[in-house]
């Protein structure tokens, strides 16, 4: 119910602000609602990507920054979160200097839509099918070919994954695991 009273309250402020002739910037527009990956989830998406200490890993949409964070940690990876919720950016900054990594990770305040992936060799998304429909054309114009792309529970339209696993979760739910990789083909 929030949202939809946002939402209102977004479109009222709109129309107000349109009549009176004013000029109003572009919000960013969420991708997804925050819901955070149980670590198991987390762990297994990095193992999908074959993450190593010489990968540089984006985490759009990083909620937390708990893949980021375990990136990091786990591997020695050089790891970057990007999320439009700078409440999400504080937490995830507060979790980095607890679990000590903060000099291996970044947190930053940016649209997913428009950051610059290109440093990247893994890219993971939690995020809405229809998000991954509108980021794939950025993902494969921008990543080196071979850089890979996990998605936990949404595909990216008919592009087909290079593998999918499906794992239970600490409670029994099943998730979902998609990979591909960057070939130096854009796909719209």
């Known amino acids: 119910m929030r949202h939809r009273n946002l939402a209102s309250t977004a479109l009222a402020v709109f129309v107000?602000?349109?009549s009176s002739g004013a000029v109003?910037?572009?919000e960013p527009q969420s991708l997804a609602p925050y819901v955070p990956t149980p670590q198991q989830v987390v762990e297994k998406m990095l193992e999908l990507a074959e993450v190593s200490s010489k990968d540089v890993v984006y985490d759009l949409g990083c909620g937390d920054g708990r893949i980021v964070i375990t990136a990091a940690k786990k591997y020695g990876a050089h790891a970057v979160g990007i999320d439009i919720d700078p409440e999400r950016i504080r937490e995830s900054q507060q979790n980095a200097r607890a679990a000590g990594v903060e000099k291996l990770v970044t947190f930053r305040l940016e649209d997913a839509m428009k950051v610059d992936v290109s440093p990247a060799t893994v890219v993971t998304l939690y995020l809405l099918?229809?998000?991954n429909a509108m980021l794939r054309p950025v993902l494969t114009k921008q990543l080196k070919p071979g850089a890979r792309i996990v998605s936990h529970a949404f595909s990216m339209g008919d592009w087909q994954p290079l593998?999918?696993?499906t794992i239970a979760d600490?409670?029994?739910f099943n998730r979902t695991?998609?990979?591909w990789k960057a070939d130096g083909q854009v796909r719209p």
């Open 170 to 172: 600490e409670s029994g």
């Open 24 to 26: 109003i910037p572009a």
């Open 129 to 131: 099918s229809s998000s």
């Open 163 to 165: 593998k999918t696993e």
């Open 16 to 18: 107000i602000a349109v």
């Open 177 to 179: 695991l998609y990979l």
